[in-house]
């Protein structure tokens, strides 16, 4: 029997895919026993698959057929340190995420960071070398000194209501 978190985290990524498959009216599917198939110390495995399969093992989510550089993860949580941005200092938990989301990423992917808090809302990161094309509605930045990254946090729905158009070209880009 999996965990509650577990149970709380594929919840969420369920959620997430059908808000993409309405959104952009094609499907996005959670990946099934999402984890770390081509992450990390298993990154070798991309030489022996098709990128088809590569696509759907990165992230959490398998992206829309028209969206071949999407890579989504997502985070569900019960709390998280909000007020570590005003001290400048790194918040170790989103760095981890940050950093499980950059490991299977590709060059020029469009990586998204679709992040969940109890009682607090919903919440998008995304790398700033982005904006533009993205709009930038009200957020918070956040330095990913590990790649030395800047990164937007942004509000969910003002950044889909903002951005939808952008990601599919972001997500579709060969740079």
């Given at each position: 029997?999996?965990?509650?978190?577990?149970?709380?985290?594929?919840?969420?990524?369920?959620?997430?895919?059908?808000?993409?498959?309405?959104?952009?009216?094609?499907?996005?599917?959670?990946?099934?026993?999402?984890?770390?198939?081509?992450?990390?110390?298993?990154?070798?495995?991309?030489?022996?698959?098709?990128?088809?399969?590569?696509?759907?093992?990165?992230?959490?989510?398998?992206?829309?057929?028209?969206?071949?550089?999407?890579?989504?993860?997502?985070?569900?949580?019960?709390?998280?340190?909000?007020?570590?941005?005003?001290?400048?200092?790194?918040?170790?938990?989103?760095?981890?995420?940050?950093?499980?989301?950059?490991?299977?990423?590709?060059?020029g992917d469009?990586?998204i960071l679709?992040?969940?808090?109890?009682?607090?809302?919903?919440?998008?990161?995304?790398?700033?070398?982005?904006?533009?094309?993205?709009?930038?509605?009200?957020?918070?930045?956040?330095?990913?000194?590990?790649?030395?990254?800047?990164?937007?946090?942004?509000?969910?729905?003002?950044?889909?209501?903002?951005?939808?158009?952008?990601?599919?070209?972001?997500?579709?880009?060969?740079?």
């Amino acid at each position: 029997m999996p965990s509650p978190s577990k149970t709380k985290g594929s919840s969420f990524e369920r959620d997430v895919a059908k808000f993409l498959s309405s959104l952009y009216e094609e499907s996005f599917t959670r990946v099934p026993n999402s984890g770390a198939y081509i992450g990390a110390s298993n990154a070798a495995r991309k030489q022996f698959l098709h990128e088809g399969q590569i696509r759907s093992f990165k992230g959490d989510i398998i992206p829309g057929q028209s969206f071949p550089k999407m890579n989504v993860e997502c985070k569900a949580y019960k709390d998280f340190p909000f007020h570590a941005f005003f001290s400048g200092s790194p918040i170790r938990q989103l760095d981890e995420w940050i950093d499980q989301l950059l490991e299977v990423a590709d060059p020029g992917d469009f990586n998204i960071l679709i992040m969940k808090f109890n009682n607090k809302g919903k919440y998008i990161a995304t790398e700033n070398r982005h904006f533009p094309p993205l709009a930038q509605p009200l957020g918070m930045q956040y330095h990913f000194q590990k790649y030395n990254s800047l990164w937007q946090i942004t509000e969910y729905n003002n950044f889909w209501q903002f951005n939808k158009d952008s990601v599919k070209t972001l997500s579709q880009a060969q740079q």
